[in-house]
T-cell receptor, first 114, second 117 residues
């Protein structure tokens, strides 16, 4: 079955440290991939998306993600965490043949420690 | 004003009551969605509509119904609310599939927090 998995429901990093949030999908055909961010008491907003152009995708606020077909992964990274990055991050996928519906991962809450 | 507006933002109700959550958008998008967010479960799709005459069930539609009154309005109803429907509900819109250029992005409202006692 097609699915999307985010490893780690909570991730803590120190301010200035590397942020790495993991996302893997299960599909034989590369899907369309997205990362969304949810700040407290707000809706989700798009960070970045992969739509079969470049495999390294740059998003807002210094985040980027790399699509790796061989690993069926789309991990989100940021070289240096800032306090304002504290939020919940969701990986989302549109699977081929999925009638263009978006499937979300379970989310990863990022805590940034001063 | 927000592009995707949800009302009410917060609602507390009792078991067995009928509840309607409303969503309106000014983005001009054809596609509208209702999601439910629960801690540790991410967002799960309840219903979606690709145009006014096209409404489809999502993965957790039992206990819910929807109405697409116009291109800009999509409401979610709980005919007889139960406590396990306590959740944060999001309306979202999108303009096209990702195969049509750079579409596929969802635009979210700020959410409606529903508590069923």
């Amino acid at each position: 079955a097609q699915s999307v998995t985010q490893l780690g429901s909570h991730v803590s990093v120190s301010e200035g440290a590397l942020v790495l949030l993991r996302c893997n999908y299960s599909s034989s055909v590369p899907p369309y991939l997205f990362w969304y961010v949810q700040y407290p008491n707000q809706g989700l907003q798009l960070l970045l998306k992969y739509t079969s152009a470049a495999t390294l995708v740059k998003g807002i606020n210094g985040f980027e993600a790399e699509f790796k077909k061989s690993e069926t992964s789309f991990h989100l990274t940021k070289p240096s965490a800032h306090m304002s990055d504290a939020a919940e991050y969701f990986c989302a996928v549109i699977f081929s043949g999925g009638y263009q519906k978006v499937t979300f991962g379970t989310g990863t809450k990022l805590q940034v420690i001063p | 004003d927000a592009d995707v507006t949800q009302t009410p933002r917060n609602r507390i109700t009792k078991t067995g009551k009928r509840i309607m959550l409303e969503c309106s958008q000014t983005k001009g998008h054809d596609r509208m969605y209702w999601y439910r967010q629960d801690p540790g479960l991410g967002l799960r799709l309840i219903y979606y509509s690709f145009d006014v005459k096209d409404i489809n069930k999502g993965e957790i539609s039992d206990g819910y119904s929807v109405s697409r009154q116009a291109q800009a309005k999509f409401s979610l109803s709980l005919e007889s609310a139960i406590p396990n429907q306590t959740a944060l509900y999001f309306c979202a819109t999108s303009d096209s599939s990702p195969g049509q250029g750079f579409g596929g992005e969802l635009f979210f409202g700020e959410g409606s927090r529903l508590t069923v006692l």
